[in-house]
């Protein structure tokens, strides 16, 4: 039996790495000159975000920071201007925590042990396997998203992000690893993960493990969930605006959009910190979505004759619409504002 097992392992990376040398998404940017400063990026964007909305925000980081000793001069806020619109910000916040250790401890040369890379901020032991499979070419097993299904699939067993699923789950996957043509395989089980073993439509006719998956043509219904239903939370902004300068307030609450400059949050029944009078009120209303959470955003936008100053625990500054690209900004107030 250990030997029928063992050649079902075998055979199962066999094919997922005969499949991706003929069908793999080799034109994807970040398999394009592979480094492992390239390779660990596209690794953190694509952290929770589908491959098409990566791709303007990797080509454009790159083009900027094409290497290790570009990226250790930016600040954070350059950073977390980059990453304007892509969403959970605190990957570029450890983006810029991991290349200060990388400039202070290693003299701006990425780490070749899977150690030192997976004690790095953001980056956990499937980010990590990711790095050394592709940028080392070193055998090593990971686990994210998608190889989580297609493994769970492939064996049968539970997906549910318990701990005891995630532990049968990398244990299958270390077996499942092959010593050679790792930088085939990881890339091949992930593509198959998002283009074939997809989450509630998989294509099992055109899988290459088809005949050895346990729930193959079987897992659509099984799988079908119900939607989620997030909470939703009201927010009030004023948005202060001079000619073609913004008042914005970075935001230090550790919650979402942190370190990000936003409108004044104007909290029910208290009063803007300023006294000055406008001379033209406008008010928006729009609807953002976050993985947990609704937002309802009203936005009255105030426009003022000239820029003030005021006191406040807050920091704040005008930013003019030319220097906006320059700072970290929410995707709906960066778009709100590209309309004013």
């Known amino acids: 039996m250990k030997n029928d097992q063992s050649k079902v392992d075998s055979l199962f990376s066999k094919k997922i790495i005969s499949w991706y040398e003929i069908s793999g998404r080799t034109n994807l940017p970040w398999r394009k000159n592979i480094t492992p400063y390239r390779v660990w990026i596209s690794e953190i964007m694509l952290q929770q975000t589908q491959v098409k909305t990566v791709i303007p925000f990797f080509k454009k980081f790159i083009k900027k920071y094409p290497n290790l000793k570009s990226l250790s001069e930016a600040t954070e806020e350059d950073i977390l201007a980059l990453w304007t619109g892509l969403g959970f910000y605190r990957r570029a916040k450890n983006i810029f925590k991991t290349k200060e250790i990388l400039k202070k401890d290693f003299k701006n040369i990425f780490p070749k042990t899977y150690e030192n890379i997976v004690s790095l901020p953001g980056i956990g032991d499937s980010t990590a396997g990711a790095i050394m499979s592709i940028a080392y070419k070193r055998s090593f097993p990971i686990l994210d998203a998608n190889v989580k299904r297609t493994l769970s699939r492939f064996e049968l067993i539970k997906n549910d992000s318990t701990t005891q699923s995630n532990k049968v789950l990398w244990d299958f996957s270390r077996i499942h690893t ?163």
């Open 178 to 340: 092959p010593k050679e043509k790792i930088f085939e395989y990881t890339q091949g089980i992930m593509d198959m993960g998002a283009t074939v073993c997809t989450p509630l439509a998989p294509s099992c006719d055109i899988c290459p493990a088809n005949k050895l998956c346990k729930s193959a043509f079987s897992v659509l219904k099984q799988e079908t969930k119900k939607k989620k239903i997030n909470p939703t939370k009201k927010i009030n902004f004023v948005l202060a605006v001079n000619e073609n300068a913004f008042l914005l307030f970075k935001k230090s609450e550790k919650t979402f959009w942190e370190s990000l400059w936003v409108p004044y949050e104007l909290e029910a029944k208290n009063r803007l910190p300023w006294s000055h009078s406008f001379y033209n009120k406008e008010e928006l209303y729009h609807k953002h979505k976050l993985s947990h959470l609704d937002l309802d955003l009203n936005i009255q936008i105030l426009h003022y004759d000239k820029k003030f100053d005021f006191k406040s625990n807050k920091e704040y500054k005008w930013i003019h619409i030319s220097d906006i690209d320059k700072f970290g900004l929410p995707k709906p107030i960066k778009s709100i504002m590209d309309k004013l």
